[in-house]
């Protein structure tokens, strides 16, 4: 069970409220797998069997319990998404020529309409895609620096997505959204110290669409949380001591 991710959705439906993408190291497999109405058994299904396939996953459900799934194909350094159709996973490229995979972040704009945030490996930039007609749509969000590592993503209540990332150049945690007045989007630096921080983020935004987001300072070893105040100004909080990165952070609702 490495590279996990999980997800819940309000109502239950079919697949209960929690689900849960991993690889399965022994079997070489993307799974899925979730927790029936009953909140106690567990039911699971097999994505993809390939080696090589279903590390960096990231994972959403919608209102009806219908997962969504992106995750790399690590011999070609290729990013994948699949959802579950009712008796099979559909699985497709979303990058079938440009490097990516490790970093991605994936979230529902509506029920059946995926936006995936992407760090894209050749040139080292973010980008957002959307499915669209079959296709993906996709939108630069952050370039010219070794931007999108450790990219967390949510779609806010007016539907444009919002993200935090690490920025490797110059060792920052951003954060990035969308402006409609601009219609361009916007990067905001959250934390900064004489060193690196930003790491393994993760992204919640509260009713009002203020973000919350989890990440490590490296040069301290410390779990840290950032969060916008009433007056816009972020407000960094220390949770922890830590030594070792290695173990992913996230924040989610409470």
């Not at 459900?61 to 996973?89: A, E, H």
């Not at 900064?192 to 935004?205: E, I, R």
Request: glycine fraction near 8%; aromatic fraction near 14%.
């Amino acid at each position: 069970g490495t590279f996990t991710s999980v997800a819940t959705h309000p109502t239950g439906g079919t697949a209960g409220k929690l689900g849960i993408a991993y690889f399965n190291v022994s079997l070489g497999a993307l799974q899925f797998t979730y927790l029936l109405s009953d909140g106690v058994t567990w039911k699971g299904s097999t994505v993809q069997y390939a080696s090589d396939v279903g590390q960096w996953t990231s994972l959403a459900m919608n209102s009806v319990g219908v997962p969504f799934i992106s995750y790399m194909n690590d011999t070609r350094d290729l990013l994948k998404y699949t959802q579950y159709m009712g008796t099979d996973w559909y699985k497709t490229y979303i990058t079938s020529t440009v490097p990516a995979g490790p970093f991605s972040s994936i979230d529902l704009r509506s029920d059946y309409d995926p936006v995936i945030a992407l760090y894209e490996q050749k040139r080292n930039d973010l980008w957002t895609a959307e499915m669209e007609f079959g296709g993906w749509d996709y939108s630069r969000v952050a370039h010219n620096r070794d931007v999108g590592q450790y990219v967390s993503m949510a779609i806010d209540s007016a539907g444009y997505p919002r993200m935090s990332y690490y920025d490797a150049t110059l060792g920052e945690l951003i954060y990035a959204y969308w402006s409609v007045g601009a219609s361009k989007w916007v990067t905001d630096t959250a934390d900064y110290v004489d060193g690196y921080v930003g790491m393994y983020t993760s992204l919640v935004l509260d009713a009002a669409d203020r973000p919350y987001i989890s990440y490590y300072d490296y040069t301290n070893e410390r779990v840290k949380l950032a969060l916008k105040s009433v007056t816009n100004a972020w407000v960094k909080l220390t949770v922890g001591q830590v030594g070792d990165p290695d173990d992913d952070i996230q924040v989610a609702e409470a």
